[in-house]
């Protein structure tokens, strides 16, 4: 196999590492070369002593035997080079060159040891000399340069020589030795193949195995460990930490919305994303620590030590992870965008009492659940209070899966009212026929299901319910009905058409069915919401902004997504009597709202002094238990018929 073929062959092999395996090969074989040539070049100047000048024979000795002690030489040095060191290509030229050499010594031979009366002797130095070549080209092949050069160097003086002679059967010896080269030469090129072909095969085995090995232990993209790796190691560095009672902590960091990022700019940016992520927070960690990628968005980072003291710790961890944090303040740049990114992180220490890497992911994953229940871009360190929420959680999970199912969900409506006390609408607030705990409101479960997720499929069951009911209302119809939209169902893709399917089934009139979305829904993504606004408006439903005046939003960018109505916060509504600075507030709300013509209605009026005050401030709708409140369809009936 000839250069280049051999580079193709090996195009998926390392070139270095063949010719680094080449040269060990050949190098391996010098002690038994050189102790050959020792004892053919005593036997051949002890044979030739008598035939030969002794000057010519103690000089080619010399020769032979001194580059054999240079080769020994070089053959020590080669075997202290520690594997896995970086190989030098030198050792690769060093080898053809010395290999020459010791040809040109048995070309030398066959110059300065060739007996020209003797056809005896000259027999018999061509026999150690093809001797030589044919065992040499045993070990030699493995570098064929090196196989050629030292076969050719060898032979060709003697083949001259006897050429020189001239007689019939010096012809008959140099063409015998010509055919006897060629063959040699032939078979080392054959070695040579086989012994590459193997040196690939074995090569692209190794890379084979070193890439199955690293895929199951490390994340092809960010080149990390991943999760099975980091759970390993961890096993062992809580072991190790509890031997030597150490204070380490684990980090488990969530990237915020990371999906609609995904989602929004593709799977080759996000994936960029996930690649610099990773690189930065390596950048914030010491060489001791270790992050890994756990899942998806979610990392790891392991501190295996931070101190001896668990409260002290405690803090030390949380600074840490604070400044990881804050290094996501700048933003990532992935070809022409500029990503802004926060992120969670849950923070545990160890050594705890239930320990365990299974555990104590679970206690640094619910701590970072907590960070985004918080609100997001926060750090929260694990207690144990924290564990009994995410159990009572999940039991709500369970149990509200369990209601969609048995239809334990019912509505109430509480009534909202005009001025002169008469029934303008209604809101339909979820309750919960809990089959243990009997009738629950929402601040039971809500958040939970929107957590989940569940809150989609008991949405758009609180959708399908509410307008069955205001279908049952055609008697008046100018009542309207009011319903909670929460965030997740706001964004959901698919919520406009469940509308529309919804409207078109119960064939209520839109113009009737008011959904109510809170500020920071809309505030938060501006450029979903307007869509997602625009098209509910040409549904003909209205909207309503809920608990008004709690968020940041001024009234005149909402006015911008013309919405029908704002209800004013029960903060504000509540004790408005003994409140100068949300007694202002309401008016100045009133002032804009009317100016802006939207309805606005005043919500928790809880006292009749609320509501003759609410009235100054030329507030004309009301809802609050002082006039109603929530309860079942039929009670409701029984208030209007
Ligand atoms: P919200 O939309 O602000 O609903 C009004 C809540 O205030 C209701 O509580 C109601 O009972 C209560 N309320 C009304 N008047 C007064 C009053 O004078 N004083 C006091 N202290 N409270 C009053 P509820 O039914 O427990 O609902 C709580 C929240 O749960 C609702 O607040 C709403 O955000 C959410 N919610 C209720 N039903 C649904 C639903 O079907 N879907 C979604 N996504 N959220 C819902
Ligand atoms: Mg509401």
Redesign the pocket.
Known sequence: MNQPLLETHAKEANLTDIKSAQVRTLFSAIPASLATILINSVILSTILWQEISHTNIVAWFLATNSLSLFRWYLYRQFTKINEGEEFDAIWYQLAIVTSALSGATWGAAGIWLFAEHSIAHQVFLLFVIGGMGAGAIVTLSVILRAAQSFVLLAVTPVLIQIMLVNNQISTAMAIMIILFTARILYSSKKLYDTFIESLVNAHERDVAEERIRSQALYDELTKLPNRRLFLASLDQELARAARHKRVGALFFIDLDRFKAINDSLGRSIGDELLVQVADRICSRIRQEDTAARFDGDKFVVLLPEIGKNIKISGEQAHKIANEIQKSFDSPFKIQQHEIQLTISIGVVIFPLEQEGSANLVKYADTAMFEAKREGRDSVRLYSEEMQDATERRRIIERGLKKALELSEFEL?F?PQFDGAHQITGI????RWHHPDKGLL???FF?ETAEQSGL?VPI?DW?IRSACEHLAKLDFDSNLELS????PR?FRNLEFISNITQILLETGVNPARLKL?ITESMVIDNIDQSVGVIDHLKRLGVKISI??FGTGYSSLISLARFSVDEIKID?SLV?GITNSPENAIIVETIMLTTNHLKIDTIA????TSADLDFLKKLNCNKF????LA??DSFEVFLSLII
């Open positions: 109430y509480q809101e339909a607030l979820l409101t929402p601040e809500i809150i949405g609180v319903v909670n939209i929460s169902q109510e809920d608990n029960p509540q919500e928790g009026v809880e809802q609050g238990f002082y409140k929530p």
